[in-house]
């Protein structure tokens, strides 16, 4: 049998070069993503093969990143389910129709990036605030002059925020449990980077909003949109309980899948009492995606939207990023870029939380958004520099987050890209917009630098240097 091969410092930088040129060509000149991904994933094999890595390693590799992966995936279809059954339902119609009624153009973009922040903090579910409340504000935003690509930049920030500091949410429930640090001194320690930041993002929220709507809204079109929900739907307040209740179920800590299950029956039955849908159709709606003809243009793609089908392209590259990702890691080059590339660079407690930022963006973009892979990667790789350089290891769970599970919806390959494009009908013109997500990053530096927010491993702030 052929002798494994530690790969070498330049055979780890040619081949992460070559991994992400393969993406980013491959995507530039109009290939599908998912299939984009997978070019990815057979320069990852052949990386493999040259360094005589043997195949059931590989294997163990994929089984173990895809069981971490399946909760997600399966808060995915429920998703999918939801959005098809609430648009059925009314539930979306509803939000919209009341949304448009007393909403300001001139509010509308902070306050997407504030109701998709609270959603996410008590939902615990980013993609579910991108599919709920997300969606809703898209809807109304389609009926001002504000671009579309602003709006959903603040549904993301917003959905983001929230995720990241939800105790419900898989990835701060991740990050604590691998760096070893208790739930709640790991959200304590991202409130010096998240808030600060989350108040910056909101105040240019605020400003473009108002630049940008100049107070404007087309009257016609909203009166239009509002006359045609209304006719097409039996419009009411009580619809609005079904996504209140996906934020009772994290209020009473249910897990994630248990609370959007639950969720899914309630809607069913709302649908079945407030529009008279029939549950053989409801179920349709929930696997194909609610559609309907109201005869106004406008409208129809607003409504058209849901079902398990709907997530096939994202579950599938879901799954095939997650393949990439599982072999990168298998092959050794993350492990060789860290400690013979990035570990040079440190030499103080700044520069060390700068290179884990780095290399979690590295392996969030190797990995199309694999904010898993990403978190618990470089937390293998950095928490003994941590340790040996007397620095909390919250700091290094808050550094994971910061960057980790923050960047994965600016990877334009990415996962989490791939569904906020779906859900909402966008391109990703809005990565740009999604400032929330650049701005902590500088907080995360500015703690390092100054001190504040920075321990040591028995709890004492440590000195700015």
């Known amino acids: 049998m052929e002798e494994r091969k530690k790969p070498s ?105 504030v109701l998709c922040a609270l959603t996410s903090e008590f939902t615990g579910t980013s993609f579910g605030s991108v599919a709920t409340m997300g969606l809703a504000m898209v809807g109304i935003a389609s009926t001002t002059s504000i671009p579309i690509p602003l709006v959903v930049g603040a549904i993301v920030s917003g959905a983001w925020l929230g995720d990241k500091m939800s105790p419900l949410s898989d990835t701060t429930n991740l990050a604590s449990g691998v760096s070893k640090v208790p739930l709640y001194d790991h959200i304590h320690s991202m409130q010096f980077t998240t808030l600060p930041a989350g108040l910056v993002a909101l105040i240019l929220f605020t400003i473009a909003g108002l630049h940008y709507s100049g107070g404007a809204m087309d009257m016609a079109q909203q009166k239009l949109i509002m006359e045609t929900l209304s006719k097409n739907f039996n419009i009411n307040l009580l619809l609005i309980l079904p996504a209140i209740l996906v934020i009772l179920v994290s209020v009473f800590k249910l897990p994630s899948l248990l609370g959007m299950g639950l969720a899914v029956c309630v809607s069913v039955i709302f649908a079945m009492l407030f529009q008279g849908v029939n549950f053989v159709d409801l179920m349709n709606f929930a696997f194909n995606g609610f559609s309907i003809k109201t005869g106004v243009a406008i409208v129809d793609p607003m409504l058209n939207r849901g079902g398990v089908l709907s997530m096939a392209e994202l579950l599938v590259t879901f799954m095939v990023a997650s393949v990439m ?29 700068l290179v884990t930022l780095i290399y979690c963006y590295i392996v969030n973009f190797l990995t199309a958004g694999g904010q898993t892979v990403s978190i618990i990667v470089t ?36 996962v989490a890209t791939i569904y906020v494009m779906g859900v909402l009908g966008c391109s990703n013109a809005y990565i740009p917009y999604a400032w929330f997500i650049f701005i902590v990053p500088i907080f995360s530096m500015i703690c390092a630098i100054t001190g504040i927010g920075m321990w040591d491993k028995e709890g004492k702030t440590l000195r700015s240097k």
């Open 325 to 353: 990702g599982a072999i990168i890691t298998s092959t050794g080059i993350l492990e060789v870029l860290a400690q013979n590339v990035l570990l040079k660079f440190i030499k103080n407690k700044s520069i060390l939380v």
């Open 9 to 113: 410092t330049a055979f780890a930088l040619i081949s992460f070069f070559a991994i992400v040129l393969v993406l980013i060509v491959m995507i530039n000149i109009g290939v599908n993503t998912t299939m984009s991904v997978f070019a990815g994933v057979i320069v990852a094999v052949i990386i493999t093969k040259i360094l005589g890595i043997p195949w059931k390693e590989v294997e163990k590799s994929i089984i173990s990143t895809a069981a971490d992966c399946m909760p997600t995936f399966l808060i995915v279809i429920m998703v999918g389910m939801l959005v098809g059954i609430w648009m059925a339902g009314g539930t979306v119609p509803s939000l919209m129709y009341y949304g448009m009624m007393v909403i300001s153009p001139k509010i509308l973009v902070p306050l997407a990036f």
């Open 379 to 414: 937390e293998q790789t950095f928490e003994s520099t941590f340790d040996d350089m007397n620095i909390n290891r919250k700091v290094l769970s808050r550094t994971l987050e910061d960057a980790g599970t923050l960047s994965a919806p600016i990877v334009p390959w990415g």
